[in-house]
């Protein structure tokens, strides 16, 4: 199992974290006004902690994604990895996206090995992708074109291309939303099996709560206008977390009253529920 890690300590043998992100606020001008998008956001991430990000539309989750990742820059305030201010996309961040990013002229293997060019020669290089291929269940598949495959794999594709670079931070953008929900189910248990296998930081973002219990060791909430963080929960729960058990059921119940019509949410399955599998509409 994947060692626990909630603190980390630097060079000088203080705790500290490996992400920082401080007072953040991101406005834009739009008609000579300007909108608020994210406000004195603050939070922080440790070396392989699963962080997830849930809220409504319009909370701002996806641009403070984008700022993590070095695409776009706070108006003020700070995001810091490694003690250095994010100004740019770098090696040591790496995005998995809700669409299909791979190149469709290229083999699943061509794909995942498209990183390493210009790092590792063969054999080492094809010694990676073979260990990832089978990390990701695609051995069978190798040759296929994206094109070929279902949605799920695609994923597989994607989170080993950007994983075989190994960076310390995985930064996911509602990677499942568009799966099946057993397709979704399966896809979770798989990120989880790759974050202990391989100990990288994920900050995840969802509208999906179910899958923030299943995943995070950190829920952080947020709200809109302009975007905010509400509360930051750490998860109880040991894993493998189980949706019928009853301390996640108490724990669910523990967010859904942070909200003011819980009864009318739907849930990761698309139905009503009186007790929902509980996700915000929208997610942007």
């Known amino acids: 199992m994947k060692t626990d890690h909630t603190a980390w300590y630097n060079a000088n043998g203080q705790a500290g974290a490996l992400l920082e992100v401080s007072h953040l606020s991101k406005s834009y001008d739009m008609n000579g006004s300007q909108q608020v998008i994210l406000e004195n956001i603050s939070l922080c991430a440790a070396p392989s902690e699963m962080v997830c990000i849930v809220g409504r539309s319009g909370c701002g ?3 403070l994604l984008n700022i993590l990742a070095g695409f776009d820059t706070p108006s003020s305030g700070s995001a810091v990895m490694n003690g250095e201010l994010i100004r740019r996309p ?3 961040r790496c995005v998995v996206f809700q669409e299909d990013t791979l190149f469709p002229w290229l083999t699943v293997q061509e794909n995942i090995a498209f990183g390493l060019k210009g790092i590792l020669k063969n ?3 094809k010694r990676e992708v073979d260990r990832f291929l089978e990390l990701v269940g695609l051995e069978n598949f190798r040759y296929y074109l994206p094109g070929e495959i279902s949605g799920g794999m695609k994923q597989r594709v994607a989170l080993a291309r ?3 670079i190994r960076p310390q931070v995985l930064l996911m953008d509602e990677p499942f939303a568009s ?3 057993h397709t979704r189910r399966q896809m979770q248990d798989l990120l989880i099996s790759l974050w202990e296998d391989l100990g990288h930081t994920v900050i995840f973002v969802t509208h999906d709560i179910d899958e923030a219990i299943t995943l995070a060791d950190e829920i952080v909430i947020m709200e809109t206008a302009p975007g905010r963080i509400r509360e930051k929960l750490t998860v109880p729960l040991a894993r493998p977390r189980k949706a019928e058990q009853s301390d996640y ?6 967010i859904l009253g942070m909200y003011e019509n ?6 990761s399955d698309g139905n009503r529920q009186d007790e929902p599998r509980t996700q915000f509409n929208g997610g942007r």
């Open 179 to 181: 799966l099946d929900y």
């Open 162 to 164: 950007v994983l075989i």
């Open 61 to 63: 989750k996806t641009t």
């Open 123 to 125: 054999p080492y290089r």
């Open 262 to 267: 819980p009864g009318n949410v739907r849930g």
């Open 249 to 254: 059921i108490f724990f669910r119940k523990k």
């Open 90 to 92: 770098g090696p040591d």
